[in-house]
């Protein structure tokens, strides 16, 4: 049988005032004690006199000065995990170092607070993700910060990728929202900053060191911007040819997309070339599949006959827009066609292309390389 016991006593801390003078007498003691210490700190200057002060403030200082220096470069080891680090325009210290001190990336929170002070690094922080791994002190993250040594996410953008395309890619690296980077294409304020009709075309194929953190709108400056410094010194005083800036880069991505042998980027040029002083529809594949958002599967005939802006079967001149960036080899082939009377060609077995001057050739080429 269980029983449950009578309270037959009080609680000591029941009662607020016992409580309260406990508290009272600690408080006594802690300012006798203090007094006690202080007393006879001053008897033993008192004993050693002006050098005797000077000396042993000089040695107080020194001590602080060794502890404080140990206590900055103290470090904490995280091992090999990766602890990140976040920092957002207008993010204050006292939260990031808290982070820190959580994630056992620094050993104290109070030293990176005090030694941020001291530096002003608190109050000059750079956006970006920071990852931490292994041994790090106060000074060293500190450092990190004051250098902007944030995460970079080295990215290579091939030539010849539609929009799409590349919004995707950098979607997966950046964690950009790639419908958000696709809707610059159309956005009449952000293009009329960058003072382009379009994206598309624009996006300079290059190796970039992103940081990470970046907007659909700072990643697009930064592509657009180095479009600009790689083809600023290439374009001519006058239009060539009747053709536009913009007109040179649509021929471009075109040429960029039917090959990519260099011995054959000038010969492609010449055709299109030739194909638009005559008037003639450019009967460019690449068109078709473009304004049919793409294919992964070979061009079929029925296809050709499709109605887009883009199929270039249908209508004369060049497309609406560039259909993907072109690489600085294809704007150049552009810029600088061979001089040929070709206006046709045809893939062969090898990769390249078989040219021709009349229809006639063209259909011989064609079932010479289809019997092979």
């Not at 075309?201 to 479009?227: C, D, H, K």
């Not at 790689?230 to 009747?242: C, E, K, Y």
């Not at 600088?336 to 292309?353: K, R, S």
């Amino acid at each position: 049988m269980n029983y449950r016991g009578n309270k037959t006593g009080v609680s000591f801390w029941e009662y607020g005032w016992y409580l309260l003078v406990t508290v009272l007498l600690l408080m006594a003691g802690i300012v006798l004690a203090a007094a006690t210490v202080l007393v006879y700190s001053v008897r033993i200057v008192m004993k050693l006199g002006f050098k005797g002060m000077v000396l042993t403030v000089v040695g107080i200082l020194c001590l602080i000065a060794v502890y404080s220096f140990w206590s900055f470069n103290r470090t904490a080891d995280i091992g090999n995990q990766t602890v990140s680090i976040i920092i957002a325009q207008g993010d204050n210290f006292s939260g990031i170092a808290n982070n820190l001190a959580e994630e056992e990336v620094v050993p104290s929170r109070f030293w990176l607070t005090l030694l941020a002070r001291i530096t002003g690094v608190d109050t000059k922080l750079t956006p970006g993700r920071y990852d931490f791994s292994g041994c790090n002190s106060c000074r060293s993250v500190l450092d990190r910060f004051r250098r902007a040594d944030f995460l970079r996410i080295k990215i290579t953008v091939p030539e010849g990728l539609p929009l799409w395309k590349l919004a995707s890619l950098l979607s997966n690296r950046l964690e950009l929202d790639s419908s958000a980077f696709v809707s610059l294409n159309h956005d009449s304020i952000f293009l009329a900053k960058t003072g382009l009709p379009y994206l598309e075309g624009f996006l300079f194929p290059e190796t970039y060191l992103f940081a990470w953190g970046l907007s659909e709108r700072e990643v697009a400056l930064i592509m657009v911007n180095q479009y600009r410094a790689q083809t600023d010194s290439i374009w001519p005083d006058s239009i060539l040819n009747g053709l536009s800036q913009v007109d040179i880069i649509k021929l471009a991505s075109i040429i960029e997309a039917e090959t990519h042998l260099d011995s054959e980027r000038v010969l492609v040029s010449s055709v299109y070339m030739n194909r638009l002083r005559q008037d003639m529809k450019l009967d460019a594949d690449p068109t078709v599949i473009y304004g049919l958002g793409g294919l992964n599967r070979p061009l079929y005939r029925r296809d050709i006959q499709k109605d887009t802006p883009y199929n270039t079967y249908l209508y004369k001149g060049l497309p609406p827009t560039p259909i993907n960036s072109p690489g600085l080899d294809a704007i150049k082939a552009a810029l600088n066609p061979a001089e040929t009377d070709y206006l046709f060609f045809v893939a062969n077995e090898t990769g390249g292309h078989v040219f021709s001057r009349t229809n006639a050739e063209h259909n011989r080429a064609r079932r010479r390389i289809r019997s092979n």
